[in-house]
C-alpha cells in the first residue's frame, strides 16, 4: 500500500533587513529570534552611522563650543585660579578639536557602543545563564537593540533647529532623562545618578533583554534575561555614581 507523504511544516519567513529594524522597535519578541536565528548587523549600525553624522553636523552648528567647554572648566576650582591668558591656551585645544570629536563619535560610536554591549552581555549570559551563545547572534542582538536611537536622532535634530543657536546642552540635548531637570548647582552624584535614568536607555535595556532571551529562551526565560541585562546596568550606575561622589 503506497504511503502518503506528509506535507513539510512551512518555515516562517525570514525578516528582511528594514523589517528587522522596525520589528526591534514594534515586534521585538519575533524579530529578535529571527536575529539570533540568522544574525546580521550591518543594516542597523550603517542607519545609525548616518543618523549620527546628521545629528553631529546640526549640533556642530547649533552648539557653541567654545561657551560651553569654558563653561564646563570653570567648575574646576583650578582653572577658575587662572589668569585669561592660561584659560585661552588651555581651551584652545579642546575648543579646535570638539567639533571633529563630534563627528568621529556620530559615525562610530553606535558601531563601538554595540561591540561593547555585545562583550559584556556575551559574556555575561554565558557565564551565569550557561548559553552557549555565539559573538556573532550577541553582536546582531546588540546593534538591533540600539534602534531607539532612531527616534532619539531626529527628535535630536528638531530640539536643536528649535532653540537658539548657542543654548543647546550637548549633555542633554534632548530632555530624556531626569538630569536634564537638575540644576547645575546639583551636587555631582545626583547629576551622575539622574542622568542614567533615561527613557530611551531603558528601552534599550529592555530590548536587550527581550534579544538575548529569544536566543535561548530554555536557558534565557525573559525573567532572567531582565534580571542579568538590568543588575550589570546597576552595578554600572552605582559605580558611576560613586566615582563622581569622590
Known amino acids: 500500500m503506497a504511503t502518503i507523504p506528509s506535507p513539510a511544516l512551512e518555515q516562517p519567513a525570514e525578516i528582511g533587513a528594514f523589517g528587522r529594524m522596525l520589528g526591534a522597535l514594534f515586534n521585538p519578541q519575533a524579530t529578535f529570534a529571527d536575529v539570533a536565528h540568522k544574525p546580521t548587523w550591518i543594516a542597523p549600525i550603517v542607519l545609525l552611522a548616518a543618523l549620527g553624522l546628521v545629528f553631529s553636523f546640526v549640533m556642530n552648528q547649533r552648539v557653541d563650543w567654545e561657551s560651553y567647554i569654558r563653561q564646563q572648566a570653570e ?24 567639533p571633529v570629536t563630534a563627528y568621529v563619535i556620530g559615525g562610530l560610536g553606535s558601531a563601538f557602543f554595540a561591540l561593547f554591549l555585545a562583550l559584556v552581555y556575551w559574556g555575561a549570559f554565558n557565564l551565569f545563564a550557561e548559553a552557549g551563545l555565539g559573538f556573532g547572534p550577541s553582536f546582531a542582538i546588540a546593534a538591533h537593540a540600539l534602534m531607539p536611537s532612531v527616534i532619539v536622532s531626529p527628535l535630536g535634530i528638531l530640539t536643536m533647529y528649535l532653540k537658539n543657536p548657542g543654548e543647546v546642552d550637548p549633555q542633554n540635548v534632548l530632555a530624556s532623562n531626569i538630569g536634564a531637570l537638575l540644576g547645575s548647582d546639583a551636587p555631582r552624584w545626583l547629576q551622575s ?22 536566543a535561548n529562551p530554555k536557558k534565557i526565560p525573559l525573567g532572567k534575561g531582565l534580571g542579568i541585562v538590568f543588575g550589570l546596568w546597576a552595578v554600572w550606575v552605582v559605580a558611576k555614581v560613586g566615582w563622581a561622589a569622590i
Open 75 to 98: 567648575k574646576n576650582p583650578r582653572f577658575a585660579q587662572l589668569s585669561e591668558e592660561q584659560k585661552q591656551r588651555a581651551l584652545g585645544p579642546q575648543t579646535k578639536f570638539a
Open 193 to 214: 545618578l539622574s542622568s542614567s535614568l533615561d527613557v530611551f536607555w531603558i528601552w534599550m535595556l529592555l530590548l536587550l533583554a527581550v534579544g538575548f532571551s529569544a
